[in-house]
């Protein structure tokens, strides 16, 4: 890996203030245990004015990177191509991410990759075993070097620097960052002599043992994936716990196949090289920040805005880039990506290396571990809101769970006559408009096995209960991307659903509004409501694709 170093930008050029403090809000949000907080409590993390505050959150707003919810600031999911930035231009997890998956699959145990950043370990790919004691470590999250086993390995390799650097960080314990909180020096085996025994340890015998420094009963055992002139580029990890394995255990039981994997997962990075397409300079494009200077004036911060449209195209090739490509991918005169590039470089988020720039893991703090784990009803509820502001008519998402529906997200309109439906309510699926949708994106034989098998009762005198007919509304709701249904589950109820798709194109949910038959014709629903509920699938569609990028969204 290239040193975080400063060669290649003049200088001359000074760090755009206002990237600096937009990048601290953008931190401020992602430690919050739910990716939100008001002004207030912004300008309490940060030391910023709220003044200043105020204008970063309405840049940030304005980009797609913040959502103001009531007094409230929260991330979305878009804040991800910034924090997904590392993992889309350093191809690690994407080499190696699937011979984690089969050695946890071989082991059976929790198994991760992860690599330094500074003086934390990152996390950069994990699969873990579903059990009632499991590992929750999730891909973005950090750990303290001294308090995990991929830390000694990577501190067997440090510099005197690199050394004063973490002591540094050991005399403010209560700095934010970590998913576990750094030990006290009073902790067994954090003090300094303790720690560099093991990392000396490490460096002889090529691997390291964690025997429950992290937290009681979790013990672990990694060893280095080296590139071809012998450095550590990350650590693979075993995971277990005190009730399955004591951590001699554990080493005695997969140290041999874990080094082998590594020695293979070494190979294959070694033999890796970009595609011809990821090589290739990034298309050119308009500089978007012009048009809402104009609009916005003074509020709208457009060195911020440019600064992170440079973060977010450090992950346009693939591959390390020249000041020129990256200028061109975030469309910018190579001034403006200079500056930017410094900033992003002092704060820790970028490095150089003859000129060629790369993203660190450190960009994965902005909120990517926060983010990646949100559940499908998770990311439709904003979008729900904002549909009940637009039409006011209640709304939910559900997904199919066996012949049912199931409700993961719903927001109701404020109406005295309400249908009273909340998250976890089932319904046959072959009677409302959701199910409907759910069905209709299934594969033929699996949409002809689900209809031969389930009984189909008449709930109202509008039921259709015949397969032949309901396989044809099947096939016409596949072909017209939409499904109503009249009084078919309750009498007095319509209702109007659209799909949800995941990165395939599949469909993993649906959305729908329910209306009051007495109240909007079908006529009425298809002209005014179906409109404004496609786009609102479109928003949750395209969140769940942020998020998605490298692992399944949840249902719920």
């Given at each position: 890996?290239p040193?975080?170093s400063?060669?290649?930008?003049?200088d001359e050029t000074?760090?755009?203030?206002?990237?600096?403090?937009?990048?601290?809000?953008?931190?401020?949000?992602?430690?919050?245990?739910?990716?939100?907080?008001?002004?207030s409590?912004?300008a309490?993390?940060?030391g910023?004015?709220?003044?200043?505050v105020?204008r970063?959150a309405s840049t940030?707003?304005h980009?797609?990177?913040?959502r103001?919810d009531?007094?409230?600031?929260?991330?979305?999911p878009?804040?991800?191509?910034?924090s997904?930035?590392?993992?889309?231009?350093?191809?690690?997890?994407?080499?190696l991410g699937?011979?984690?998956e089969?050695?946890a699959d071989e082991?059976?145990?929790?198994?991760?990759?992860?690599v330094?950043d500074?003086?934390?370990?990152?996390?950069?790919?994990?699969?873990?075993?579903?059990?009632?004691?499991s590992?929750?470590?999730r891909?973005?999250?950090?750990?303290?070097?001294?308090?995990?086993a991929p830390?000694?390995?990577?501190a067997?390799?440090?510099?005197?620097e690199q050394?004063?650097?973490?002591?540094e960080r050991?005399?403010d314990?209560?700095?934010?960052?970590f998913t576990v909180p750094?030990?006290?020096?009073a902790?067994p085996?954090?003090?300094?002599?303790?720690?560099t025994r093991?990392a000396a340890?490490a460096l002889a015998?090529?691997?390291?043992?964690?025997?429950?420094?992290?937290?009681?009963?979790l013990?672990?055992v990694?060893?280095p994936v080296?590139d071809?002139a012998?450095r550590?580029?990350c650590?693979?990890?075993?995971?277990?716990?005190?009730?399955?394995h004591?951590a001699?255990?554990?080493?005695?039981t997969?140290?041999?196949?874990?080094q082998?994997?590594?020695a293979?997962m070494?190979s294959a990075l070694a033999h890796?090289?970009?595609d011809?397409?990821a090589?290739?300079?990034?298309?050119a494009?308009d500089d978007?920040?012009?048009?809402?200077?104009?609009e916005?004036g003074p509020?709208y911060?457009?060195?911020?805005?440019?600064?992170l449209?440079?973060?977010a195209?450090l992950?346009?090739?693939?591959?390390?880039?020249?000041?020129?490509?990256?200028a061109?991918a975030a469309?910018l005169?190579?001034?403006?990506?200079?500056?930017?590039?410094?900033?992003?470089?002092?704060?820790?988020?970028?490095?150089?290396?003859?000129?060629?720039?790369?993203p660190?893991?450190r960009?994965?703090e902005?909120?990517?571990?926060?983010?990646?784990?949100?559940?499908?009803?998770?990311?439709a509820?904003?979008?729900?809101?904002a549909?009940?502001?637009?039409i006011?008519?209640?709304?939910?998402?559900?997904?199919?769970?066996?012949?049912?529906?199931r409700?993961?997200a719903?927001?109701?309109?404020?109406?005295?006559?309400?249908?009273?439906?909340?998250?976890g309510?089932?319904?046959?699926?072959y009677?409302?408009s959701?199910g409907r949708?759910l069905?209709?994106g299934?594969p033929?034989g699996?949409?002809h096995?689900?209809?031969?098998?389930?009984t189909?009762r008449?709930?109202t005198?509008?039921t259709i209960?015949s397969?032949t007919?309901l396989?044809g509304v099947?096939d016409r709701?596949?072909a017209?991307g939409h499904?109503?249904v009249d009084?078919e589950?309750e009498?007095?109820l319509?209702?109007?659903a659209?799909p949800?798709?995941?990165?395939?194109?599949?469909v993993?949910a649906a959305?729908?509004?329910?209306?009051h038959?007495?109240?909007t014709?079908?006529?009425?629903?298809?002209?005014t409501?179906?409109?404004?509920?496609?786009?609102?699938?479109?928003?949750?569609?395209?969140?769940?694709a942020l998020v998605s990028?490298?692992?399944?969204?949840?249902?719920?």
């Amino acid at each position: 890996m290239p040193q975080n170093s400063t060669a290649g930008v003049s200088d001359e050029t000074a760090p755009a203030g206002p990237l600096e403090r937009g990048l601290a809000v953008l931190r401020a949000l992602a430690s919050a245990p739910d990716g939100r907080l008001r002004a207030s409590e912004l300008a309490r993390a940060t030391g910023l004015a709220r003044s200043t505050v105020d204008r970063i959150a309405s840049t940030l707003v304005h980009i797609g990177h913040l959502r103001a919810d009531d007094r409230d600031l929260a991330l979305t999911p878009r804040v991800m191509e910034l924090s997904g930035v590392y993992l889309r231009a350093v191809a690690l997890a994407d080499i190696l991410g699937p011979r984690v998956e089969a050695l946890a699959d071989e082991l059976d145990e929790s198994v991760s990759l992860a690599v330094p950043d500074v003086d934390a370990v990152r996390f950069i790919a994990q699969t873990t075993r579903r059990r009632t004691l499991s590992v929750t470590f999730r891909t973005g999250d950090a750990l303290p070097v001294e308090s995990c086993a991929p830390g000694s390995l990577f501190a067997a390799e440090w510099t005197p620097e690199q050394y004063e650097i973490w002591r540094e960080r050991r005399s403010d314990p209560d700095r934010p960052g970590f998913t576990v909180p750094p030990p006290r020096s009073a902790s067994p085996g954090s003090d300094e002599a303790a720690f560099t025994r093991r990392a000396a340890a490490a460096l002889a015998q090529r691997w390291s043992v964690d025997d429950q420094f992290i937290e009681p009963g979790l013990v672990a055992v990694a060893v280095p994936v080296r590139d071809t002139a012998g450095r550590t580029l990350c650590a693979l990890s075993v995971v277990s716990h005190t009730s399955r394995h004591s951590a001699g255990s554990l080493h005695d039981t997969v140290l041999d196949r874990m080094q082998r994997a590594a020695a293979e997962m070494a190979s294959a990075l070694a033999h890796h090289s970009p595609d011809a397409a990821a090589r290739q300079a990034p298309p050119a494009r308009d500089d978007t920040s012009l048009a809402p200077k104009e609009e916005l004036g003074p509020a709208y911060l457009q060195s911020l805005a440019r600064g992170l449209s440079v973060l977010a195209a450090l992950g346009t090739t693939g591959n390390a880039m020249a000041l020129s490509a990256v200028a061109q991918a975030a469309a910018l005169p190579r001034a403006t990506a200079r500056r930017s590039l410094l900033t992003l470089q002092q704060a820790g988020y970028a490095t150089s290396d003859g000129g060629f720039f790369l993203p660190t893991p450190r960009v994965l703090e902005l909120g990517y571990s926060l983010l990646s784990r949100l559940t499908v009803g998770e990311l439709a509820q904003p979008h729900l809101a904002a549909l009940v502001a637009r039409i006011h008519e209640s709304t939910s998402v559900a997904v199919l769970d066996g012949d049912d529906i199931r409700y993961v997200a719903r927001v109701a309109a404020g109406r005295i006559m309400s249908v009273n439906i909340t998250v976890g309510t089932r319904f046959p699926a072959y009677a409302t408009s959701m199910g409907r949708v759910l069905l209709a994106g299934l594969p033929a034989g699996e949409r002809h096995a689900r209809l031969e098998r389930t009984t189909l009762r008449p709930l109202t005198g509008h039921t259709i209960t015949s397969r032949t007919a309901l396989a044809g509304v099947l096939d016409r709701t596949a072909a017209a991307g939409h499904a109503m249904v009249d009084e078919e589950l309750e009498e007095g109820l319509r209702s109007l659903a659209v799909p949800v798709l995941d990165r395939s194109g599949a469909v993993i949910a649906a959305v729908n509004v329910s209306l009051h038959a007495g109240r909007t014709s079908a006529a009425e629903a298809h002209t005014t409501i179906l409109p404004a509920l496609r786009e609102c699938a479109a928003a949750i569609t395209a969140d769940v694709a942020l998020v998605s990028e490298r692992q399944q969204v949840r249902t719920g």
